[in-house]
């Protein structure tokens, strides 16, 4: 019994290092892009890769290389469409990612995470209420900033094309697929592996929120520190709309509203400049 007492409480211990160990590196990870040393990201990014080979985690092995992939801008700026169309990159990385895990049983969690969700009347009202306060507040930050992001380079990206196939296709397009590339790695892969490490929704919220503010704090719509704290928020609503609907579509429509806004904004401003 003392035998089967000492291996309970080892296993506990172990259990408690590992998750500690595992708030490091998301907390480092969600440093190095706050910092001008994004070096950072790319070391977290590969312990956490080791971290979930030793412990034969398949949901973090995903995370793992997602954010390997995703630290090493450079590959993307190599690249002039990637530079261009940051949403291309995204793309690649995640089917790639999946590609690389797809031989490993394990890491076939896509039931777990890739699900529609329930759809009710508080949560048509809170898709709503979240869509209409982020416009507001992204439109107020645009008027303030003087530092609108990649969205830019974007916007001039298309400015050449005709304004029907740019306001009725392309902005739509990009938008919903933006949107679904960064929900798929923050509230769909990120998320759900934390939910399996741990109990507190709070926790596994902010985590994931804060990782994916910091990936918008360089050149994101909004950015800076002011940015961080907004989309700290806004992914922390997203979060909670995953977690209570059990499903991605509800922050994906969110996500997809504030995209159309930004896009629409962007673009819209960048052809009244070019007039």
């Keep these: 019994m003392a035998g089967a007492a000492g291996t309970a409480h080892q296993r506990r211990v172990g259990d408690t290092l590992g998750r500690f160990i595992l708030i ?19 070391i977290s990014a590969a312990l956490l890769l080791s971290y979930a080979c030793y412990f034969r985690r398949g949901s973090l092995l995903l995370c793992g290389i997602l954010f390997l992939l995703l630290s090493i801008d450079d590959i993307g700026r190599w690249i002039p469409v990637f530079s261009e169309v940051p949403v291309i990159w995204k793309l690649t990385v995640i089917v790639f990612s999946f590609l690389a895990v ?61 304004k029907p196939l740019t306001f009725m296709v392309l902005i739509p397009c990009f938008a919903a697929l933006n949107a679904l590339m960064e929900e798929i790695v923050f509230r769909g892969v990120l998320q759900t592996a934390l939910s399996e490490f741990f109990h507190n929704p709070y ?62 904004y962007v673009v819209n401003l960048t052809l009244q400049h070019a007039a």
């Design 203 to 264: 926790l596994i919220i902010a985590m994931q929120a804060s990782a994916f503010a910091a990936f918008h704090f360089a050149m994101g719509f909004p950015n800076g520190w002011t940015g961080y704290g907004m989309t700290l928020l806004y992914g922390s609503a997203l979060g909670y709309l995953k977690q209570w609907t059990d499903g991605l579509f509800a922050p994906w429509l969110c996500h997809l509203m504030a995209d159309l806004t930004i896009f629409y």
């Design 102 to 162: 797809s031989p490993f049983r394990g890491c076939r969690s896509w039931s777990t995470w890739f699900k529609y969700g329930k759809i009710e009347g508080f949560t048509i009202a809170a898709v709503a209420g979240v869509s209409l306060v982020s416009a507001v507040a992204l439109i107020a930050w645009a008027g303030w900033s003087d530092n609108l992001g990649i969205a830019v380079k974007m916007a001039q990206g298309v400015r050449h094309y005709p």
């Design 24 to 42: 490091i590196l998301i907390v480092a990870i969600t440093a190095g892009h706050l910092s001008d040393f994004p070096i950072i990201c790319t």
